[in-house]
């Protein structure tokens, strides 16, 4: 198998933590640098830096309410990044993203393995948001944003939208372009003030307190793999 499928399916690196690590000539098999469509058999050598890959910890899956000013990568120079504020005694990484001014639900693993399958658009996994905007929310905006979006050169899939007061509205996207939400408010003429996701698939953000993160219960997880599956 390809060696970012293989990092990912050991759990101990995501398949761009991956890539980052082949651009910078970290990874070898065989004894020879690793390249972007290396293949991986059974019995190959695998080193990182030159050490072997430490044996596989026990599957890790953590959901956080990420505040405002936390960047969601794993790339320690980075300042405030998700992986120094979390904490975590094993090695884990985000699930996506939330941009750095967005607050609320992300998912931590170590299992690179159900990161792509929750990304991918096409599997239609529902991920929604309470979004607060600088202008009164219109029967119009709301039309106009569940219907499609002209932003990044394509439209955007159909959503469900709803409104909840003058100035707030709920949404649920089923794809994850980059600042998807702010992108099609500003095509709109608003600009958003609050972003906060409150749901991945079955995975809710209540009751997990600003900054605060918990593991996922043996329901949610085994609700959260059936999904993927």
């Not at 991945?200 to 085994?222: F, H, T, V, Y």
Request: hydrophobic share 35%; charged share 30%.
């Amino acid at each position: 198998m390809r060696i970012q499928k293989y990092m990912s399916e050991i759990g101990y690196y995501s398949r761009n933590e991956t890539d980052r690590l082949i651009k910078n000539h970290r990874i070898l098999v065989n004894g020879s640098i690793c390249e972007h469509n290396t293949l991986v058999n059974p019995g190959d050598s695998v080193l990182i830096d030159n050490h072997p890959l430490p044996e596989k910890e026990r599957p890790v899956y953590l959901a956080l309410n990420k505040p405002i000013g936390i960047t969601c990568t794993a790339a320690k120079e980075v300042s405030n990044n998700i992986i120094d504020f979390v904490n975590y005694p094993t090695r884990i990484f985000p699930v996506g993203r939330l941009d750095k001014a967005s607050e609320g639900l992300i998912l931590m693993t170590n299992n690179g393995d159900i990161v792509n399958k929750i990304l991918r658009s096409e599997n239609g996994h529902e991920k929604e948001y309470l979004v607060t905007v600088d202008r009164p929310v219109t029967e119009e905006f709301i039309q106009r944003m569940a219907n499609g979006v002209d932003i990044l050169g394509i439209t955007t899939k159909r959503c469900e939208v709803s409104q909840i007061n003058e100035y707030e509205f709920r949404i649920i996207l089923k794809q994850g372009l980059n600042r998807q939400i702010r992108r099609m408010s500003k095509a709109l003429g608003y600009r958003v003030v609050r972003l906060e996701r409150v749901r991945i698939m079955n995975i809710m953000l209540q009751g997990i307190a600003k900054g605060d993160w918990r593991e996922l219960s043996k329901g949610e997880l085994e609700e959260l793999l059936t999904q993927l599956k």
